[in-house]
C-alpha cells in the first residue's frame, strides 16, 4: 500500500509559477506511473500529466502541454509539477496517483491517490 501527500498549492497572478510536489511512502516497488490530476468545483476530474517510474514515458493533457513539466525523484520517492504561464483556467485542486499501468489518462487506473492541493490562480 502506498500513501501520497501533495504540497506546493497556493494562489498566484496569471503568468506566475507553482511547482508542486507529491511525496510517497510505504510499499512504492509497486507503483510503475505516477500521474497528476485536477478537479475544479462541479467538473469532472480531468488528466493533466504522467510519469513512468524510469522517467522515459511522459505524457500531457493538450491544455497544459508546454506550460507543465512533471518529473521524478525516485530517490526520495517524490515527483513533481513545474507550473508556468499559468492561468485562471488553471485554478482547481490538484490531485497526484500512483498506479501499476504506465500511460494512462483515466482516474480508474490509478489506485493510490492523495488529498490534494488547491491551486488558485488569479486574473
Known amino acids: 500500500q502506498v500513501q501520497l501527500v501533495e504540497s506546493g498549492g497556493g494562489l498566484v497572478q496569471a503568468g506566475g509559477s507553482l511547482r508542486l510536489s507529491c511525496a510517497a511512502s510505504?510499499?512504492?516497488?509497486?507503483?510503475?506511473?505516477v500521474a497528476w490530476f485536477r478537479q475544479a468545483p462541479g467538473k469532472e476530474r480531468e488528466f493533466v500529466a504522467t510519469?513512468?517510474?524510469?522517467?522515459?514515458?511522459?505524457d500531457y493533457s493538450d491544455s497544459v502541454k508546454g506550460r507543465f513539466t512533471i518529473s521524478n525523484d525516485n530517490a526520495k520517492n517524490t515527483h513533481y509539477l513545474q507550473m508556468n504561464s499559468l492561468k485562471p483556467e488553471d485554478t482547481a485542486v490538484y490531485f497526484c496517483?500512483?498506479?501499476?499501468?504506465?500511460?494512462?489518462?483515466?482516474?480508474?487506473?490509478?489506485?493510490?491517490w492523495g488529498q490534494g492541493t488547491q491551486v488558485t490562480v488569479s486574473s
Open positions: 496517483a500512483a498506479g501499476g499501468v504506465v500511460g494512462s489518462r483515466w482516474t480508474d487506473e490509478y489506485d493510490t
Open positions: 510505504g510499499r512504492t516497488f509497486s507503483t510503475y506511473a
Open positions: 510519469i513512468s517510474r524510469s522517467g522515459v514515458y511522459i
